[in-house]
């Protein structure tokens, strides 16, 4: 379970768990940690005393210690330390005299988890430009991006599909039976794009979008749709709808490809069941959107992007393709801009990159 990968899985709990726990997340046991001397100055962000006691040998060996310091109760390395308080100087600094980024702390969590969840741009992004792992750590339910998304940091939600985090969901929640801490996801609420519209986060929704998730999520995987409860929103358009949010989030589905008709009609009705109401105007969108059939050209660049895949999206800009196109792809560019493009110059401009047949 630990980051060394070398390590056995959890030990009998009861009496033992502490032990087991101090086994597996700390270098020494917490007996032997006693100069914590590195660990308070990533705390208040001394960089100073860590460029004076790093220089010394005994405190290089010791960069990736584990220890409970004077203003913590939980063992962390310098780095994590540092990424919690938002010092991205001593963060950087750290992880250029050896700091491993994607060590973790007892909780599973690493050093740009914490960074993200105390709302730190400047040290998630030094931690992504040294290697972390964007998604976090598989020992976490969490993710750095589904917490970027719930508290609408739109800013932190760009430098992490940046470097390529997962859109959807926590990818190490899968419905697979092995190892035997996975579990079967049974809910929508473990869903980046949900959690976004539940907490009305309208620029973190369109990112994701944008960045490919899937906006029928829950609908074609890895939930269990099975063990629903009663009454659970079954699919992103129908949560949407029933958390009252506006009628952007219903136009911005409807514009990436959802399915309209996994929303049932008796659950759109005026009041939804939770505690909100259904924002009129939205269910108005929602109503005119599957009554009408969508334009052969939308249904065209929904097609390409998932032909490309959401890991591939990235290398539109890269195609031999008109600029327009480009951007049409990309949705930042409507289909209006598109259509102006006279139909002979595209196909000559498609034909030059060989993309057509002469």
């Not at 994701?208 to 999520?217: E, K, R, S, T, W």
């Amino acid at each position: 379970m630990a980051e060394g990968g070398g390590r056995a899985g959890p030990g009998p709990a009861g009496p033992n768990l502490k032990e087991w726990l101090r086994e597996q997340f700390c270098d020494h046991p917490l007996e032997h940690c006693e100069d914590t001397r590195l660990h308070d100055a990533a705390y208040v962000g001394d960089l100073q005393t860590l460029r004076s006691l790093l220089q010394e040998e005994s405190y290089r060996s010791r960069i990736n210690e584990k220890s409970v310091w004077c203003c913590g109760w939980l063992p962390c390395t310098p780095l994590r330390i540092a990424a919690t308080a938002g010092h991205g100087n001593c963060v950087d600094f750290l992880i250029r005299k050896g700091a491993e980024v994607d060590l973790v702390d007892v909780k599973g969590q690493t050093a740009l988890y914490v960074a993200v969840v105390n709302g730190h741009l400047e040290s998630a992004q030094i931690l992504l430009e040294a290697g972390a792992d964007p998604n976090g750590s598989r020992h976490h339910r969490s993710t750095p991006v589904y917490h970027a998304s719930r508290v609408g940091r739109a800013d932190i939600l760009k430098a992490l599909i940046r470097y390529g985090a997962d859109v959807d969901v926590n990818h190490h929640l899968t419905p697979d039976v092995r190892p035997p801490f996975s579990r079967r996801l049974t809910s929508l609420v473990v869903c980046p794009l949900y959690i976004s519209a539940a907490y009305h986060n309208l620029q973190c929704f369109k990112l994701l979008l944008q960045a490919g998730a899937n906006p029928d999520f829950n609908c074609n995987g890895p939930v269990n749709t099975q063990g629903l409860s009663r009454g659970s929103p079954g699919c992103v358009m129908d949560a949407v709808l029933r958390h009252g949010c506006e009628a952007a989030f219903v136009s911005l589905l409807v514009e990436f490809g959802a399915n309209l008709s996994l929303v049932r009609w008796e659950s759109s009705g005026p009041e939804s069941r939770g505690r909100r109401k259904v924002d009129p105007e939205a269910l108005q969108v929602f109503k005119e959107a599957r009554s009408v059939p969508r334009t052969l050209l939308n249904l065209c660049r929904v097609a390409v992007r998932r032909a490309l895949g959401k890991y591939r999206l990235h290398l539109i800009p890269s195609l031999p393709l008109p600029d327009p196109i480009k951007k049409f792809l990309l949705y930042e560019q409507n289909s209006r801009a598109v259509v102006d493009c006279s139909e002979e110059e595209a196909i000559c401009r498609a034909s030059r990159h060989r993309l057509l047949p002469l």
